[in-house]
């Protein structure tokens, strides 16, 4: 099989990283948590993010009798057996994401906001600084002040990082500008002069991830992530951001990729049909920017390969999302074997899928991946 990197793992921190790491000043604006009556609460400053009953209840498995999302397994926290459970998947490489972190765009606070994103990112490096010819490390950036993103981006790329989060979703309400304004540019300069990847985690920006309850709300939670990305690359694209800055690259992770070809499709048809209303007009039509700079991590879609003729086969790039339930954890390497079945595509196409398109765009410390 061909060099395989996943586009999409995950860490578990410390559980006192964030409600411990920050200044006693700032504990009550940034991550925590609370006991109230028979709960406990999960808080970004004062916003409810999760609750928890306290009495005890019979943990959900998953179909291999471990908790559902495998949040004990040793991978999660420790190298040397996360190595171990790659070698098990058929994974050679792979880029990380936070898990406790990953609600930290909900933090209003910009100084707790800061203090939170440097507490994951120094705890991030020092963890994987050792081994980035098999990890990608992926920093959580600042939004509330754009002046502490940018200092947040210098920093870590003069610590060697290639990728950091913004969020996949600016909802509405949260108090930040949409990513079709352009007082986005000062971030995505940075990221076209320091070479830094965005990448953008399913999820992420959103303040309720079960805004659907009852009969299919188990399938529209997780389905709707999909929707967050065409949202934020029609954004990105047809405001003009990515636009003006064409060596910044973004890509959206846990979102699937299949929908990527009906999105640049359709934003072309709308951008022709109704030139005399749009504005910023473009350099290039849209389908033309994602295909540049646009890419999206996939685990079992089949029509995002089938349709690759409109996005360009760079746009594709595989994940396991180790080690939850919903991934393909470990059973990569029959799902990869089976993603080409009966599609018409060269070796060297279905190698850039499963390992090179990522590890060229993260750059991973490989000779082979990083370009002169």
């Known amino acids: 099989m061909s060099f395989v990197f996943s586009a999409d793992g995950h860490l578990v921190e410390p559980t006192d990283l964030f409600s411990a790491g920050l200044p006693p000043s700032l504990q009550r604006f940034g991550l925590h948590s609370e006991k109230r009556d028979e709960f406990i609460y999960s808080l970004a400053g004062d916003?409810?993010?999760?609750?928890?009953?306290?009495?005890?209840?019979?943990?959900?498995?998953?179909?291999?009798?471990?908790?559902?999302?495998?949040?004990?397994?040793?991978?999660?926290?420790?190298?040397e057996y996360r190595l171990?459970?790659?070698?098990l998947d058929g994974?050679?490489?792979?880029?990380?994401?936070?898990?406790?972190?990953?609600?930290?765009?909900?933090?209003?606070?910009?100084?707790?906001?800061?203090?939170?994103?440097?507490?994951?990112?120094?705890?991030?490096?020092?963890?994987?600084?050792?081994?980035?010819?098999?990890?990608?490390?992926?920093?959580?950036?600042?939004?509330?002040?754009?002046?502490?993103?940018?200092?947040e981006m210098v920093r870590l790329a003069k610590l060697g990082f290639t990728a950091a989060m913004l969020p996949s979703l600016i909802d509405e309400g949260n108090g930040l500008p949409r990513y079709t304004s352009d007082v986005w540019d000062p971030v995505?300069?940075?990221?076209?002069?320091?070479?830094?990847?965005?990448?953008?985690?399913?999820g992420t920006g959103r303040l309720n991830l079960q805004s659907f309850r009852g009969p299919g709300g188990a399938v529209m939670n997780y389905m709707i992530q999909a929707c967050d990305g065409m949202v934020t690359i029609g954004a990105l694209v047809s405001g003009g951001v990515?636009?003006?800055?064409?060596?910044?690259?973004?890509?959206?992770?846990?979102?699937?990729?299949?929908?990527?070809?009906?999105l640049a499709e359709r934003m072309d048809e709308i951008y022709v049909a109704h030139d005399t209303f749009v504005r910023p007009k473009l350099s290039l039509m849209p389908r033309e920017i994602i295909a540049r700079q646009v890419a999206c991590s996939f685990q079992t879609d089949r029509a995002c390969i089938m349709s690759r003729s409109v996005t360009g086969t760079q746009a594709l790039i595989w994940g396991a999302d180790y080690p939850h339930?919903?991934?393909?954890?470990?059973?990569?390497?029959?799902?990869?074997?089976?993603?080409?079945?009966?599609i018409d595509i060269s070796e060297p196409e279905k190698a850039d899928i499963i390992g090179g398109n990522a590890a060229r765009l993260f750059r991973l410390?490989?000779?082979?991946?990083?370009?002169?």
């Open 47 to 79: 916003k409810v993010l999760n609750r928890t009953a306290i009495a005890p209840t019979r943990p959900r498995l998953g179909p291999d009798g471990e908790p559902f999302g495998r949040a004990d397994r040793r991978g999660n926290r420790e190298v």
């Open 84 to 87: 171990k459970d790659m070698a």
């Open 91 to 151: 994974v050679d490489a792979e880029i990380v994401f936070p898990s406790l972190g990953l609600p930290a765009y909900m933090i209003e606070n910009a100084e707790a906001e800061l203090a939170t994103a440097q507490l994951y990112n120094d705890w991030c490096h020092s963890l994987l600084k050792d081994h980035t010819d098999t990890f990608v490390r992926c920093g959580i950036l600042p939004v509330r002040d754009f002046a502490n993103t940018v200092a």
């Open 188 to 202: 995505f300069e940075a990221g076209q002069r320091l070479g830094i990847v965005f990448a953008m985690h399913g």
């Open 242 to 262: 990515l636009d003006r800055f064409p060596g910044a690259k973004i890509c959206f992770i846990e979102s699937g990729a299949s929908w990527l070809a009906a």
């Open 325 to 342: 339930h919903e991934g393909t954890f470990p059973n990569s390497k029959n799902v990869i074997k089976d993603l080409f079945r009966d």
């Open 365 to 372: 410390n490989r000779p082979e991946f990083v370009a002169g």
